[in-house]
């Protein structure tokens, strides 16, 4: 089955950008969907359809693709921002695929 | 409010059965594909299943490490999802959680929008 593969950690300083990568082979022709979890609390949809944003979701939060990876970006990081993030595609029409997960550590 | 709440979950033997519920509110719940997944400890999001729509004939699609223990079902006079899980392992330990697309069915430009507060389920002796 598919396969989604992104770097378990990052760390990032308050004020900086946050660049969370999603490689997949020819993932170019999916849609990439983003996740943002914080423990102890549900999954929020944070990016959609590669890079649409979900009513209330701060445009600090953006998503992109080139070649075979997907990239969100977070601008500005707060100290709120600190979760795990997952992205996540369709394989055919009967799979979800999620990445691995990056957790985001705000120094 | 759009909104799921979740229910069930526990402590439970090996090799026992536990059933767990999702309950939808402010929006018709029919129209909606609803999916489980989980996160054990330590570990990343997992998809464990989804059901169709009545519109989409209701199908179902179970991922490998749980087809043939775990049977989703819904209920749509009720507004509520079930995930009946038999023959648990330790492995199966994780909270569980609920989420909706906003579709009936699978289309790569959805994503799981709203999600359920998860439940615990514990899988020991």
């Known amino acids: 089955s598919y396969v989604l593969t992104q770097t378990p950690s990052l760390s990032v300083a308050p004020g900086q950008t946050a660049r969370i990568t999603c490689g997949g082979n020819?993932?170019?022709?999916?849609?990439v969907h983003w996740y943002q979890h914080q423990s102890g609390q549900a999954p929020l949809l944070v990016v959609y359809d590669d890079y649409d944003r979900p009513s209330g979701i701060p445009e600090r939060f953006s998503g992109s693709k080139s070649g075979n990876t997907a990239t969100l970006t977070i601008s500005r990081v707060e100290a709120g921002d600190e979760a795990d993030y997952y992205c996540?595609?369709?394989?055919?029409?009967?799979?979800?695929?999620f990445g691995g997960g990056t957790k985001l550590t705000v120094l | 409010e759009v909104q799921l709440e979740q229910s069930g979950g526990g402590l439970v033997q090996p090799g026992r059965s536990l059933r767990i519920s999702c309950t939808g509110s402010g929006f018709t719940f029919g129209d909606y594909l609803i999916s489980w997944f989980r996160q054990a400890p330590g570990k990343g999001l997992e998809w464990v299943s989804f059901?169709?729509?009545?519109?989409?004939?209701?199908?179902?699609e179970y991922a490998a490490s749980v087809k043939g223990r775990f049977t989703i079902s819904r209920d749509d006079s009720k507004g509520i999802a079930y995930l009946h899980m038999i023959s648990l392992k330790s492995e199966d330990t994780a909270v569980y959680y609920c989420?909706?697309?906003?579709?009936?069915?699978?289309?790569?430009?959805?994503?799981?929008?709203?999600w359920g507060q998860g439940t615990m389920v514990t899988v020991s002796s």
């Open positions: 989420s909706r697309l906003p579709s009936g069915s699978v289309a790569p430009h959805y994503a799981f929008d709203i």
């Open positions: 020819n993932i170019g022709s999916k849609n």
């Open positions: 059901i169709r729509s009545k519109a989409y004939g209701g199908t179902i």
């Open positions: 996540h595609v369709w394989d055919s029409s009967t799979e979800v695929v």
